[in-house]
């Protein structure tokens, strides 16, 4: 499938990405997580949450290997990559195009219909807790899909304030209320 994880995507906290090909053709994005982190939590938190759902703007899960200590989730291959190589450019020389305002815009309505989902559509309600461009991959349309649950919480759709334990996601992406201890419980608003 992957053909001995010739082509590496990317790398997140949680282990690599490779391109890879179905038997029926379609091309597919492996994520290997690594089996030093944690106990499994965020397998499970990815396979628990992204199994449930359905929406044009949430990457599609289309399959998970779970052997002994290796894991592994499958999900459909975005063309584009992340939001982050459209929005950063750390190197001078790289090539790779700024998107125009009206596509930005295009992409933020997607991105906030996709949170939406996941916070009002679905029988339990997801909160992801690590939105940023690393984790919104574009299609081959551009069209936004969120990805990367790991750090998902899963709560009932009744809650409207919702308490964090730990708090989780990346400083300066997270509402700064889950890291605080003075706000008391995080409302979905966060």
């Known amino acids: 499938m992957t053909k001995s994880f010739q082509e590496k995507l990317g790398q997140g906290g949680y282990g ?16 290997i997580l690594n089996s030093s982190k944690g106990n499994g939590e965020e397998f499970i938190n990815e396979v628990a949450s992204i199994s449930t759902t359905s929406h044009v703007n949430i990457v599609t899960l289309l399959g998970f290997c779970l052997e002994g200590h290796r894991r592994a989730l499958i999900y459909e291959f ?13 190197n001078p020389l790289q090539t790779t195009p700024h998107l125009e305002w009206e596509k930005l815009l295009q992409i933020s309505i997607g991105i906030a219909r996709g949170l939406e989902y996941l916070h009002q559509g679905c029988n339990t309600k997801i909160l992801h ?12 349309d551009f069209s936004p899909k969120i990805s990367d649950f790991g750090l998902a ?12 334990a730990n708090a989780r ?18 409302s979905s608003k966060s």
């Open 78 to 90: 975005m063309p584009n990559g992340s939001l982050e190589k459209f929005t950063y450019k750390d």
């Open 16 to 31: 690599e990405v490779y391109r890879g090909k179905l038997p029926d053709g379609r091309l597919v994005a492996v994520k």
């Open 153 to 164: 919480k899963l709560c009932p759709r009744k809650d409207s304030i919702v308490s964090m």
């Open 169 to 186: 996601g990346t400083i300066g992406y997270i509402a700064p209320e889950v890291f605080s201890r003075n706000f008391g419980g995080v």
């Open 129 to 140: 807790l690590d939105i940023k461009p690393h984790n919104i991959l574009l299609d081959e």
